[in-house]
């Protein structure tokens, strides 16, 4: 009784298994907000970075980005996933999932291997690998990886920022594209859509926790060099601002200052103007009396109604309050 | 605690077997098959001859209930005991019927149960003629999971003479079975 009570609960079900897995993870909803160096620097808690970077061509909500990140070990993967899927980061709810599509026929294959020995180490069977070949090219990788996420290559992680689209300054790219230039473009060019697995991901990872934990027992407690991977990080890569960012810092200012100017023409006794002030409209002797005062009639004229246009136009968004406050919000 | 954990998966598999709701059994299937993914459960799910009811999940109607039971299988035929299990069953003969499932999920789980069941025993029968043209067909699918899968088994699991000859084979036959709906 107590199980279909339990079972029913996640409504529908997903079987995982390694297919499903994988050392790339996909991040959505992310605020643009030029938050990426922080984003990076929450999931490498969880493991050393490979790479990772925006995805722009990818689906996404407004105002949010989404980025694909690939760790070093599927076991950070994993950890990371479960620990950031529906997490709170700068007011927006970040939906993770595994993007093995992401995956180069090599990284399917280790990741399958991987798995292999895995499960031959935990169930204690030195079964020897009916695939020489396969041993050959894996040994120099494996070697690394032999250590949970090796800290000693993080230095290389912050640098491997390869989205061609992100670089705000020139430096960077060069910086860049030096260590980028063998995996620039592999995995971007087919984005298939690849949802039907996410929605349920937190559901398996709430009912089997216990599971999930206990299967890597020699397990990955964030390491104690963690702070010096943040500082790595931080020289490697200074702050990050993405396009959409940008556009929108870039429409602000031009807003503001639309604003400002149309507050410089309402005469206010109580604002203090600062700097040089406009070029007054030269008053034009018009050679007759008569035609001065037509002239200064319909200067004052303009004026009056010039500043009964600015007014109105200040008065609005004092008015509605609420939607500049909201705006600056999106800010922080 | 582990005694907790034989019960509660004692408790599951009675439940398969006693509900008459569809939504149940998928349900509880798909619990098993999740934990078929951790080998502490191997011992347990044996024990209660939850291979078996994989196994004969596969021969099911319903979609759903295949692309759950052989993803169990894909979780637990790594282990040796397991292996050898599903080998005497003749279970892969079930599995290669899942490589035409149109269910990419069914395929890919039967792909990689396939190759780990792949011993110098069972290889003539997990890289049988029509299985490697299947393969050979799958490395050509837009899904990348899928192609890349299928080409580590040509490429791992074949000798380069198999795949010449499901090549010229499928030469002849143009008209194939349709790859798995995405």
Redesign the interface.
């Known amino acids: 009784m107590?199980?279909?009570v339990y079972?029913?609960f996640?409504f529908s079900?997903?079987?995982?298994?390694?297919?499903?897995e994988s050392r790339y993870l996909l991040i959505q909803g992310v605020p643009a907000l030029g938050v990426m160096k922080e984003l990076i620097e929450q999931f490498a808690l969880y493991g050393a970075i490979e790479e990772y970077h925006a995805l722009d061509e990818y689906p996404a909500e407004q105002f949010t980005e989404v980025y694909l990140i690939k760790f070093q070990k599927l076991q950070c993967a994993r950890v990371a996933k479960k620990k950031m899927d529906e997490r709170s980061f700068f007011g927006s709810l970040l939906h993770v999932c595994y993007a093995?599509?992401?995956?180069?026929?090599q990284e399917?294959?280790e990741k399958?291997q991987d798995?292999?020995k895995y499960?031959?180490k935990?169930?204690n069977?030195r079964?020897c690998f009916?695939?020489k070949?396969?041993e050959g090219p894996k040994k120099t990788v494996s070697k690394n990886s032999e250590h949970d996420c090796p800290w000693s290559t993080s230095g290389s992680c912050a640098a491997s920022n390869w989205d061609p689209s992100c670089f705000t300054s020139s430096h960077r790219v060069s910086h860049n594209t030096g260590y980028a230039s063998g995996n620039h473009n592999q995995s971007l060019l087919?984005f298939?859509?690849?949802d039907n697995s996410c929605a349920e991901t937190s559901g398996?990872f709430g009912?089997?926790t216990s599971?999930?934990l206990?299967?890597h027992p020699g397990g990955h407690t964030p390491p104690t060099s963690l702070m010096q991977r943040t500082v790595l990080i931080d020289n490697g890569v200074d702050r990050f601002m993405p396009r959409t960012t940008h556009l929108q810092e870039r429409k602000r200012k031009r807003e503001e200052g639309n604003k400002f100017s149309l507050i410089g023409t309402s005469v206010d006794s109580t604002e203090v103007i600062i700097g040089p002030q406009l070029p007054q409209v030269p008053k034009v002797d018009m050679d007759d009396d008569s035609l001065n005062t037509s002239a200064t009639l319909i200067r004052n004229k303009l004026k009056e109604v010039a500043d009964s246009v600015s007014r109105t136009s200040v008065q609005k968004p004092e008015s509605s309050s609420a939607k500049p406050l909201v705006k600056q919000r999106r800010r922080i | 605690m582990e005694l907790g954990r034989l019960e509660y998966l004692q408790a599951l598999v009675t439940e398969f077997q006693v509900t008459d709701s569809p939504e149940a059994k998928e349900q509880v299937l798909a619990n098993l098959a999740n934990f078929a993914y951790d080998p502490k459960n191997y011992e347990y799910l044996r024990q209660l001859q939850v291979l078996d009811l994989f196994l004969d999940m596969l021969a099911e109607d319903n979609e759903t209930l295949v692309e759950f039971a052989i993803g169990g299988l894909c979780n637990l035929c790594l282990d040796k005991t397991n292996k050898d299990y599903i080998l005497e069953a003749n279970g892969v003969e079930s599995i290669i019927n899942c490589l035409s499932s149109s269910n990419e999920e069914t395929v890919m789980s039967a792909v990689t149960t396939l190759m780990y069941l792949t011993t110098p025993q069972s290889r003539q029968q997990t890289t049988a003629l029509p299985v490697v043209e299947c393969m050979l067909r799958f490395s050509l699918s837009a899904s990348r999971r899928l192609s890349n899968l299928a080409t580590v088994f040509l490429e791992d699991y074949c000798t380069p003479l198999q795949v010449e000859e499901a090549r010229n084979l499928s030469k002849h036959t143009a008209v194939g079975i349709p790859l798995p709906k995405d």
């Open positions: 107590n199980i279909l079972s029913f996640f079900p997903q079987v995982y298994t390694i297919n499903l093995p599509e992401f995956e180069t026929v399917t294959r399958l798995r292999r499960i031959a935990a169930t069977q079964e009916l695939l070949k396969i087919a298939p859509q690849y398996y009912q089997n599971l999930t206990s299967v």
